[in-house]
């Protein structure tokens, strides 16, 4: 595929979820972000493209970083088209004497994208991949690393009751989860408001009241992917929420790059608290967190 080819495909993949979210359908979305938990590390435009193109694909790589891995891409099989930054430091200056300064020399950018094609695991064949990379744990030990990914970030985490219909408060800095919550519901609520943490401590004021609904859909949807990343369910808890189309598409693409790097900064912050040696992980284990998982069964 030519990179005019795969811009119009990134395209129609953006219009297709844009008329959708139009006409108040969050099926698509919910596709998306669905995938997203498998394909978090790539950009959502790139994501979307390739369950375009390959809606059963589990585990995409290079032909190259599938080599390395030992396993090779069976003849005949077509990639899949995703774009590539081209990121470098722009002609004239630093060469212009013949010499590249050293502060130049760090300041890159994005010049233009090119077509580069990925493959998914079931188009190779060769050594099987180690377990040790997918996410696993019980729902338990993995609240357990979402709670100490709070103590990381140094950001205050309190259990106690809250008024009906509120099960969790983004204070700055300072996080309330209601009391009494099973683990899923706590991982769940734990993960959005981290997101609100993460996105939206800047938003004060009257700008909390204008920008709302986007504000809730986003950490919703990164709730919603950080969830299904860790075998949580919590669809139809979050399809109430995901309403992000406001008639612009250029608004939407980075709502939705927004979504895509907080929950994968999530994933990867619980993924290092789970890897951390165990006098670590454990020595955050506050008398708030003992109480909520006493709660919690």
């Not at 369950?51 to 080599?67: C, D, H, I, L, Y």
């Not at 590539?84 to 020399?105: C, L, T």
């Not at 300072?174 to 993960?191: N, P, Q, W, Y």
């Not at 399809?239 to 992000?244: D, N, T, V």
Request: glycine residues 8%; neutral net charge.
């Amino acid at each position: 595929m030519k990179k005019e080819d795969a811009v119009e495909l990134a395209d129609k993949c953006l219009k297709e979820l844009a008329e959708s979210l139009e006409q108040g359908n969050t099926e698509v979305l919910e596709k998306y972000l669905s995938a997203l938990a498998r394909f978090h590390h790539y950009s959502f435009g790139n994501m979307m493209m390739i369950v375009n193109q390959f809606p059963e694909a589990s585990k995409v790589a290079g032909f190259q970083t599938w080599r390395k891995l030992g396993r090779w891409v069976k003849q005949g099989e077509s990639g899949i088209a995703i774009l590539a930054p081209m990121i470098g430091r722009k002609k004239g200056d630093a060469e212009s004497n013949n010499r590249v300064d050293a502060s130049q020399e760090k300041v890159k950018a994005v010049f233009g994208f090119r077509a580069v094609h990925v493959f998914d695991i079931s188009q190779t064949e060769g050594e099987e991949l180690p377990k040790l990379s997918e996410i696993c744990g019980s729902p338990g030990f993995n609240l357990v690393c979402l709670e100490g990914v709070y103590q990381t970030l140094n950001i205050k985490l309190e259990t106690r009751p809250l008024p009906e219909g509120t099960r969790g408060v983004s204070l700055g800095g300072h996080v309330v989860v209601k009391e009494g919550l099973d683990t899923s519901m706590r991982f769940r609520i734990l993960a959005h408001e981290l997101a609100h943490e993460l996105l939206h401590r800047e938003i004060v004021g009257d700008e909390v009241i204008k920008n709302h609904k986007l504000i809730e859909t986003e950490a919703e949807s990164v709730a919603f992917v950080v969830c299904k990343a860790h075998g949580v369910d919590t669809q139809a808890l979050s399809s109430e929420y995901i309403r992000l189309h406001r008639g612009d598409n250029k608004q939407l693409m980075a709502s939705l790059d927004r979504i895509q790097q907080t929950a994968t900064r999530i994933i990867g912050l619980i993924e290092d608290d789970k890897n951390a040696p165990i006098n670590i992980r454990f020595s955050h284990w506050s008398k708030d967190r003992r109480k909520a998982t006493q709660q919690s069964g």
